[in-house]
């Protein structure tokens, strides 16, 4: 397919560029991407990386799917069910600007310092940006798609499955699309302090040691991880909203 | 039997009430095939709405003997972009629970009578607005209706797909025996498809005339002599109301 072939040639230009700025730098702060590479697949190999990126995944699917689980069908109702909508909305409308990471403290009082807090400050985060564009999708829905489904005389359940779910997947997927971005960059947060599990320990403790290699492994393969998740939406989306792209 | 008695129908918008409807009151036969025909915004679609139900009359009655089922093409929107054809004309059974072998033969059947054989994959989006009004007339079929509502199904067509259609509509209520109430605005269409024409008035709605048009339903009525007369007498009430005081 073309747009594979386009991807990777993208991939090996910043390859390149990279290899181009280490030769010109010359600095120990920025190792060759072929070193990098290296490192990664002895480490892989020995399988000490393996565990940092399961865990790691395992952290940012948790933290993506409970977010998923609990804002859409919440969004899907407060977006379509007016007086669910002006109930709760003026409390989306304060909770959502807050900056949630500041909670981490209190989030570690209540979870601990184990997994679960971690996930749960990802789900967090994730939930408000996914309620947010979920609640403004099913709110936007022309009434004669409802009308359509009245005329045949659907259940409430029925139109929820068949006109307000999949008329607001769309949007919940683009949600998800920036969704993931944000996963990846408080992972690494939740990940640089109190544990020595994850890539993103991997870059503050070879940081901390000063051996750049193993730093670039972590930062690589946080990108890797970020990239991974990316394009299993982009199969996602193909299955699920076919339709858009008939249009 | 459809009787509409004394019907009147009014929205409060924005703490402004405005009437739509003002003392409606006709009757449809069982069997027998009704046009509405009026200027734009004359609360044709509202009063099809309270026929099928999906609104509810501020004063008046409406009575519909034995309780039909029916089915319903909307003005707009009514099919649903996400459901392939088939999908969509087989949703109102699927939306009683029948059978999924029972669901498959009644959508094949209704596919290849509608012409439609061979597209049934396709979304609505992909077809021309002849197919996605075939489609949408599938769907209203497809539950077996004994009354049949169809509002300006063949506006958005071009003059050929406009005949073939409404040629369509004829052989469905003649060979079907369906009631079928129909609001266009198109004058010939209202005479060719309807044995009883209700002209309605500028908005507030009210009945201006009610033509009996016994002609109607063959296919040859187009070149009778009866047919030009009767549409001249629709132009002639239509342009006099169009012509006098502003109300
Ligand atoms: N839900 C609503 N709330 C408020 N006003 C409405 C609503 N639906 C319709 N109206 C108003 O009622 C009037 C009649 O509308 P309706 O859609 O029934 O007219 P129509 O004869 O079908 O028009 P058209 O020929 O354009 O389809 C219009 O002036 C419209 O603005
Ligand atoms: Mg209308």
């Known amino acids: ?247 | 039997m459809i009787r509409v008695d004394a019907v009147s129908l009014s929205f409060t918008h924005e703490g402004e009430v405005s009437q739509v409807l003002q003392g409606i009151s006709f009757a449809v036969e069982d069997q027998g095939s009704c046009a509405i025909i009026g200027p734009s915004g004359c609360g044709k679609t509202s009063l099809l709405f309270l026929l099928a139900g999906l609104l509810q009359p501020d004063a008046g009655t409406i009575t519909i003997e034995g309780r039909p089922r029916t089915g319903t093409i909307l003005q707009n929107y009514g099919l649903f972009p996400w459901k392939t054809v088939i999908d969509n004309i087989g949703l109102g059974l699927a939306l009683k629970g029948a059978p999924k072998a029972r669901i498959r033969t009644r959508v094949e059947g209704l596919l290849a009578e509608m012409g439609l054989a061979g597209f049934g994959r396709h979304y609505p989006a992909q077809l021309s607005g002849g197919m996605q009004q075939r489609v949408a007339m599938a769907r209203a079929l497809a539950i077996e209706p004994q009354i049949l509502f169809m509002d300006e199904p063949l506006s958005s067509l071009d003059a050929l797909s406009r005949e073939r259609l409404q040629n369509l509509i004829l052989e469905v209520w003649r060979d079907k025996r369906i009631t079928t109430i129909l609001v266009t605005h198109s004058i010939e269409e209202a005479v060719y498809l309807g044995r009883r024409i209700i002209v309605l008035s500028r908005r507030p709605g009210r009945i201006l005339e009610i033509v009996d048009n016994p002609g109607a339903g063959d296919r040859e009525y187009r070149q009778t002599e009866q047919f030009f007369r009767h549409c001249n007498q629709l132009r002639r009430i239509l342009k006099e109301e169009d012509d006098g005081p502003q109300a």
């Open chain 1, 1 to 247: 397919m073309g747009r594979k072939r386009d991807i990777l040639i993208a991939a090996l230009i910043l390859l390149a560029l990279w290899q181009a700025a280490a030769l010109l730098l010359d600095s120990m702060a920025l190792p060759q991407p072929w070193i990098v590479l290296v490192d990664i697949g002895s480490r892989i190999a020995d399988g000490s990386l393996l565990d940092d990126l399961a865990i790691s995944t395992f952290r940012a699917l948790c933290g993506i799917g409970l977010a998923l689980a609990a804002a859409v069908p919440l969004g899907l109702a407060v977006g379509a069910e007016a007086s669910l909508g002006r109930r709760l909305s003026p409390f989306i409308y304060l909770l959502y600007p807050i900056p949630h990471v500041v909670l981490l403290p209190l989030i570690i009082i209540l979870f601990g310092i184990g997994n679960f807090s971690k996930i749960f400050l990802i789900a967090l985060i994730v939930f408000f940006q996914i309620l947010v564009t979920t609640r403004d999708a099913a709110r936007t829905i022309h009434r004669n798609y409802f009308h359509a489904m009245q005329t045949l005389g659907a259940t409430r359940l029925q139109i929820y499955r068949h006109v307000i779910l999949p008329a607001s997947l769309p949007k919940i997927l683009t949600a998800l699309r920036i969704s993931i971005g944000t996963a990846v960059a408080i992972l690494f947060f939740v990940e640089s302090f109190a544990t020595t599990t994850g890539l993103g320990y991997i870059i503050m403790d070879s940081w901390g040691r000063a051996d750049y290699v193993a730093l670039y492994t972590g930062i690589s393969c946080m990108a890797l991880l970020g990239f991974a998740l990316y394009l299993l939406l982009d199969r996602l989306e193909r299955r699920l909203c076919a339709w858009t792209r008939s249009n």
